[in-house]
C-alpha cells in the first residue's frame, strides 16, 4: 500500500482529503507541526506528497525547493490560485505534478496514480548508459565523471533517457510527454517546457552546454 502524506493546513480540508485517500486504498497521513515541516516530511519516508502551496512559515514553493536538495519523492503541489505562473514556478522547484483546488476527485486519483507509475517505472530501469564520457545511472538518476556527479529529479531523467535511447535524432513532444504522463489526457504542455529548460541549465552547469536542441514544430535532439 502507498504512503500518501497530505501538507495543508486547514484542518477540515486536511481531514477530509486523509479520509478520501484512505477510502481510496491509500495509507494517508498528514503534516500537523509546520514549524518543522521540512524535517517531519523526510521522516514520514511517505511514497508521494501532496503539498499545498499557502502552508505557513515557509511557502509550499520554498518548501519544495528545501526538500528537493535531499529526497526526490513525487510531489503534487495542491493549490486554489490558478495561474500560470505559479504552475512553472512550482515544476521549476522540482514539482512532479500540479493540481488545482476545487479538484475533482476523480482527477486527484487519476494524477496520483500517473505520478506514483511513472515514478515506478523509473525506479525499476536498471543499468549504466554512457552519455559523453559520462556514467548515466537511470536508477539513481545521476550522471557521473568519476569525480562529480550531477543528480537530476525523477522527471529529468525520464526526459534524459528518452532523449539518450534516440541520440541524435528528433524526440517529439508527445513521446517525451508519453514516457512522462503516460496518460495523454493529463499532459502538461508548460510542464514539459520547464521541465526541459531546467535539465539544459543542469547539464550547462555540468559543463555540457547546449546538450539538448530545440527544433521548432518537431521536438529535441540529444547531441
Same mark, same amino acid.
Given at each position: ?29 498528514? =503534516?500537523?507541526?509546520?514549524?518543522? !515541516?521540512?524535517?517531519? #516530511?523526510? *521522516?514520514?519516508?511517505?511514497?508521494? %506528497? /501532496? ?26 503541489m ?10 512553472? =514556478?512550482?515544476?521549476?522547484?522540482? !514539482?512532479?505534478?500540479? #493540481?488545482? *483546488?476545487?479538484?475533482?476527485?476523480? %482527477? /486527484? ?25 559520462l ?59 520547464v ?29
Open positions: 500500500m502507498y504512503k500518501i502524506y497530505v501538507i495543508e493546513d486547514e484542518k477540515s480540508i486536511r481531514d477530509d482529503l486523509v479520509t478520501f485517500l484512505s477510502n481510496s486504498g491509500y495509507d494517508a497521513d498528514a =503534516l500537523t507541526d509546520f514549524k518543522n !515541516a521540512k524535517e517531519e #516530511i523526510i *521522516k514520514a519516508n511517505a511514497d508521494l %506528497i /501532496l503539498m499545498d502551496i499557502n502552508i505557513p512559515y515557509l511557502n509550499g514553493q520554498m518548501l519544495l525547493a528545501e526538500l528537493r536538495k535531499e529526497i526526490d519523492t513525487p510531489i503534487i495542491v493549490t486554489s490560485k490558478v495561474s500560470e505562473a505559479d504552475e512553472v =514556478l512550482s515544476m521549476s522547484f522540482g !514539482a512532479d505534478d500540479y #493540481i488545482t *483546488k476545487p479538484y475533482n476527485p476523480t %482527477i /486527484l486519483l487519476l494524477r496520483i496514480s500517473a505520478v506514483l507509475k511513472r515514478y515506478n517505472k523509473n525506479t525499476v530501469s536498471s543499468g549504466t548508459q554512457k552519455y559523453e564520457g556514467d548515466v545511472n537511470v536508477a539513481k538518476g545521476s550522471l557521473t565523471d568519476g569525480e562529480r556527479e550531477l543528480i537530476l529529479t525523477k522527471n529529468e531523467m525520464i526526459i534524459f533517457e528518452a532523449l539518450l535511447e534516440k541520440k541524435g535524432e528528433i524526440v517529439s513532444r508527445d513521446y517525451i510527454m508519453d514516457k512522462l504522463w503516460n496518460n495523454e489526457e493529463y499532459i502538461n504542455d508548460n510542464a514539459l517546457t521541465n526541459i529548460s531546467r535539465l539544459r541549465s543542469k547539464l550547462a552547469d555540468f559543463g555540457i552546454p547546449d546538450a539538448i536542441e530545440t527544433r521548432k514544430k518537431q521536438g529535441y535532439v540529444l547531441k
